[in-house]
């Protein structure tokens, strides 16, 4: 399995819902990561797992909390989100290659998020 | 923290022909540079990537170089096909010890004409 799997593909929610986006992958890494990405913008990062342990925040909201169950599963808890919060919400992995700090991340296909 | 910069924001070629996207950054300590494409509604894919001790690299159509001195580097891409028609991210990144802190650049959308 090469791959990062994102579920919802599609989210609606209201400003007052709790929701959660989940992500899952099977390739052993061990560094997983939120990116936040608007319509015709670039991915920011959000959040980093590094060996389950919250590694990177990047002065997120709270009503934003992230959670990684296991080294496979990454999940983020929304909570009384803004309409501004609408986005696609990417997760990706990756793993150290041997000899080197750097890691190649990969990209699942997102959770296209819209609050009203 | 890292800033990265993308040149040009749009860009449209005829088919054949080849393709420059350029990008900066700004802190000396990054290292890896990779570059991704993202069709329309998809993910974003690496297609090429450079580690700082790497001057270029190329993979069939594509080439990446990198001057750590000006801290420059470029995407090229020879004899553009219509599928090559997506947006592409330049990226920089700082390992901090635990994971790599990937920053993006703001973006190319290239469009492949016939």
């Known amino acids: 399995d090469t791959e990062v799997t994102q579920t919802p593909k599609h989210l609606v929610m209201g400003m007052t819902n709790k929701k959660s986006l989940k992500c899952e992958q099977h390739?052993?890494?061990?560094?997983m990561y939120w990116y936040k990405q608007k319509a015709k913008k670039p991915p920011e990062l959000m959040f980093v797992?590094?060996?389950?342990?919250?590694?990177i925040n990047e002065s997120v909201p709270s009503r934003f909390s992230p959670e990684c169950p296991n080294s496979s599963l990454l999940n983020l808890h929304l909570h009384a989100l803004q309409p501004e919060d609408s986005a696609l919400y990417l997760c990706?992995?990756?793993?150290?290659?041997?000899?080197?700090?750097?890691?190649?991340?990969?990209f699942g296909s997102g959770t296209q998020l819209s609050v009203l | 923290g890292e800033n990265v910069e993308q040149h040009p924001s749009t860009l449209s070629v005829q088919e054949g022909d080849s393709a420059v996207i350029k990008c900066t950054y700004s802190d000396s300590a990054s290292n890896y540079f990779p570059w991704y494409k993202q069709e329309l509604g998809k993910r974003p894919q690496l297609i090429i990537d450079?580690?700082?001790?790497?001057g270029e690299k190329k993979d069939q159509r594509i080439a990446v170089t990198l001057n750590k001195t000006a801290k420059h580097f470029s995407l090229h891409i020879t004899e553009t096909q219509p599928e090559d028609s997506a947006v592409y991210f330049c990226?920089?990144?700082?390992?901090?010890?635990?994971?790599?802190?990937?920053?993006f650049g703001t973006g190319t959308r290239l469009q492949v004409t016939l």
């Open positions: 450079i580690r700082s001790n790497v």
């Open positions: 990226a920089a990144s700082d390992f901090t010890g635990t994971a790599s802190k990937l920053t």
């Open positions: 990706a992995s990756s793993q150290r290659q041997p000899g080197h700090p750097n890691e190649k991340l990969f």
């Open positions: 390739m052993g890494h061990r560094a």
């Open positions: 797992y590094s060996y389950e342990k919250l590694s």
